[in-house]
């Protein structure tokens, strides 16, 4: 079993930043990658940002040059930081950890991103 805690959510003005964290615990050691789902009211949940755990990195087409993604292996955390935001990127953002054994997608709680216009 996994389970991750998100933090750092807020409101903030466009074109200001924030950081997400999310940390890991119980089998994390048997993850593969880490990520970032976000989902809008109305709309489906889709991926913002995915890390691998030899390094690579995925992000969806309207993030990217803007949000980037880290992993602390140390600390089992995740981290997504969110440069010149947009009211768009307004949803609840959540983490997620793929376990390497088994597929299996686990999902935080959620945590509220804001953007003002």
């Known amino acids: 079993q996994v389970q991750l805690v998100e933090s750092g959510g807020g409101l903030v003005q466009a074109g200001g930043s924030l950081r997400l964290s999310c940390a890991g615990s119980?089998?994390?050691?048997?993850?593969?990658?880490m990520g970032w789902y976000r989902q809008a009211p109305g709309k489906q949940r889709e991926l913002v940002a995915e890390?691998?755990?030899?390094?690579?990195?995925n992000y969806a087409d309207s993030v990217k040059d803007r949000f980037t993604i880290s992993r602390d292996n140390a600390k089992n955390t995740v981290y997504l930081q969110m440069n010149s935001l947009k009211p768009e990127d307004t949803a609840i953002y959540y983490c997620?950890?793929?376990?390497?054994?088994?597929?299996?997608?686990?999902w935080g709680q959620g945590t509220q991103v804001t953007v003002s216009s």
């Open positions: 890390i691998i755990s030899g390094g690579s990195t």
């Open positions: 119980g089998s994390i050691f048997r993850i593969k990658a």
């Open positions: 997620t950890a793929v376990s390497a054994t088994t597929a299996y997608r686990y």
